[in-house]
């Protein structure tokens, strides 16, 4: 289908989106464990809501950057379910979780390269790009280039293939993006200002995924987009409102548009039994104290206690295990 564009003078407020940006799918027939709703009845009306954006707007694509899958083993109906509500054009890339152990390598074997090769034999305009660049008929002003999850190093060693000329450029890319500042406890990923730095001179438009919360960064001429999730996937979410971005290539700016959402469909409960849980074990933890030989260390107080008390096993491997992980925070 061509793509076609709404009659008459246009104002800024009018204008026809040249694209829709999204990122962090997670499809899955799985619901998450807060989640106390039809979670796949949910995932189905945010695709037709995506559709129906993508109609509004001259039949723009959606460029997606990522974890369009939750898990690469999907059953055979999601993959089904997947391919007839998917909207259409689609340019996206393999996030970590489309992926086998994490690894472009093992793409062969996932449920995404299942979905695009039913795709493409069913002659439609789906594009995973895995390093390349494409440029999709139906005149829309821009190219689109995908880095999949874990090849931003090999992509800069490498050096980025020659661009188009003409129109926009787009980059896909999956990895962990933070707005501002990288958090003090994360060594992981990379800051807005990074990316823009590395790839902004060739970029008109970055579009990120894997941070779930939807930002915007602008770089003199450049724009870092995070779309953030289109679910609510977690408790800690039941706040947030998930969106995509209508993007417009001739000013390179985007507009934010929230996906539908309902009221109260998390559930609390479990994180509330896991901080009661912990607390327990601080407090027991604390009452080892009494007993504590100040000459001794950490580890053999804890061993002599074991040895002198009766402590169930589960008690003692979660004991252990917190205090591995503290000495390994301690070491680095």
Same mark, same amino acid.
């Given at each position: 289908m061509e793509r076609t564009k709404r009659p008459g003078k246009t104002t800024a407020a009018a204008k026809t989106a040249d694209a829709i940006l999204v990122s962090d799918l997670h499809l899955t027939e799985s619901a998450p464990v807060s989640r106390t709703d039809n979670y796949w009845e949910a995932q189905k009306e945010k695709l037709r809501f995506l559709a129906g954006l993508s109609k509004k707007n001259g039949g723009c694509p959606i460029l997606c950057a990522g974890d369009i899958f939750d898990y690469w083993k999907a059953s055979p109906w999601l993959c089904a379910e997947i391919f007839c509500r998917l909207p259409h054009p689609f340019v996206g890339i393999p996030g970590q979780h489309d992926l086998p152990a994490h690894s472009l390598d093992n793409y062969h074997r996932s449920a995404l390269s299942l979905l695009e090769v039913a795709e493409t034999a069913a002659g439609r305009r789906f594009h995973i790009l895995k390093g390349g660049t494409v440029v999709l008929t139906g005149g829309f002003p821009f190219s689109v280039t995908g880095i999949p999850y874990g090849k931003v190093e090999e992509c800069l060693s490498k050096g980025i293939p020659r661009l188009p000329t003409e129109g926009r450029r787009i980059l896909l890319l999956h990895e962990l993006t933070w707005p501002g500042r990288r958090p003090a406890w994360s060594e992981s990923g990379y800051t807005d200002r990074e990316l823009l730095e590395m790839f902004g001179e060739r970029f008109d438009l970055i579009v990120t995924g894997d941070n779930h /919360?939807?930002?915007? @960064?602008? %770089?003199?001429? !450049? *724009? *870092?987009?995070?779309?953030? !999730?289109?679910? %609510?996937? @977690? +408790?800690?979410? /039941?706040?947030? @409102?998930? %969106?995509?971005?209508?993007?417009? +290539?001739?000013? =390179?700016?985007?507009?934010?548009?929230?996906?539908?959402?309902?009221? =109260?469909?998390? =559930?609390?409960?479990?994180?509330d039994r896991k901080n009661e849980r912990e607390e327990r074990i601080a407090a027991y933890i604390e009452r080892m104290n009494e007993n504590w030989e100040i000459g001794l260390s950490f580890r053999k107080n804890l061993e002599a206690f074991f040895a002198e008390n009766k402590t169930p096993r589960k008690i003692r491997e979660l004991i252990w295990e917190h205090f591995e992980e503290e000495k390994g925070r301690e070491a680095r």
């Open positions: /919360a939807g930002f915007l @960064t602008r %770089r003199k001429g !450049s *724009l *870092l987009v995070n779309p953030g !999730s289109m679910m %609510r996937i @977690t +408790a800690d979410q /039941a706040d947030y @409102t998930p %969106r995509c971005y209508l993007y417009y +290539a001739e000013d =390179n700016a985007v507009k934010p548009v929230p996906f539908p959402i309902k009221e =109260n469909v998390h =559930n609390r409960e479990h994180l």
